[in-house]
């Protein structure tokens, strides 16, 4: 499967401010997920977004989608320091099977 | 939500021995499990799909012979690493899929096991 892209590879903002980070994928999906992995650790289940939905939101999280474009944004509202980790979206692909395809990752960096 | 564990956490081994670690759904039944491979700042990349009682499905570039699975029960697969060698040294994730609840493609992932081979 060939992985997808996010960008910005690196992001570095201070407490409170806004954190965008962006996914492109390459095949039909049935969903797009987006996770968390603090450093050397697992990853931890952030929101789903399906490819009949343009935007979700949880908490200070809002996902949207489209599909047209083949990409995701993930925005990260009021940022903490907490939130310091590294985010991935990984899309299901539409075929049948329940494999994962997750994107490069963003290494989200929030300063006190 | 359900909780999938990994054993052992962390392994330093030496070269050219094998390693086996364990992943567990502890409190569902899992019909499908996954192995992820992860080299440092780097992202997730699929090994191998195992299903309960048939042989595992690699990747394309994994070798089956090197990286040997076993999917014994619906609550237990095995992922050892035989004869390894310092570039095997990664951090490898598992998840569990279950059928039963929802209805969307939900992995449950576990901790991790760090692999250093000298």
């Known amino acids: 499967s060939q992985q997808g892209e996010e960008d910005p590879q690196a992001l570095s903002i201070q407490e409170g401010e806004n954190a965008t980070m962006n996914c492109s994928y390459k095949?039909?999906?049935?969903?797009l997920q987006w996770y968390r992995q603090n450093s050397g650790r697992g990853l931890v289940h952030l929101i789903l977004?399906?490819?009949?939905?343009r935007e979700k939101h949880s908490g200070r999280l809002r996902v949207t989608l489209d599909t047209s474009k083949k990409s995701s944004s993930l925005l990260i509202t009021a940022s903490r320091a907490a939130d310091t980790a590294s985010y991935f979206c990984?899309?299901?692909?539409?075929?049948?099977?329940?494999?994962?395809?997750f994107g490069t990752g963003t290494r989200l960096l929030v300063s006190p | 939500g359900a909780v999938v564990s990994q054993h052992p956490s962390w392994v330093i081994c030496k070269s050219g021995t094998s390693v086996k670690i364990e992943c567990r759904s502890l409190?569902?039944?899992?019909?499908?499990m996954f192995w992820y491979r992860q080299f440092p700042k780097q992202s997730l990349m699929l090994m191998a799909t195992?299903?309960?009682?048939?042989?595992?499905?690699?990747e394309q570039g994994v070798e089956k012979d090197k990286f040997l699975i076993n999917h014994a029960s619906l609550t237990l697969s095995t992922l050892t690493v035989t004869s390894a060698h310092p570039e095997d040294s990664s951090f490898y994730i598992c998840?569990?899929?279950?059928?039963?609840?929802?209805?969307?493609?939900?992995?449950?992932f576990g901790p991790g096991t760090r692999l250093t081979v000298l």
């Open positions: 977004i399906r490819s009949n939905e």
């Open positions: 409190d569902f039944q899992a019909t499908t």
């Open positions: 095949t039909s999906i049935n969903n």
């Open positions: 990984a899309t299901d692909e539409d075929t049948g099977f329940q494999k994962l395809v």
């Open positions: 195992s299903n309960e009682g048939s042989k595992a499905t690699y």
């Open positions: 998840s569990a899929y279950s059928l039963a609840g929802s209805s969307y493609n939900e992995q449950f």
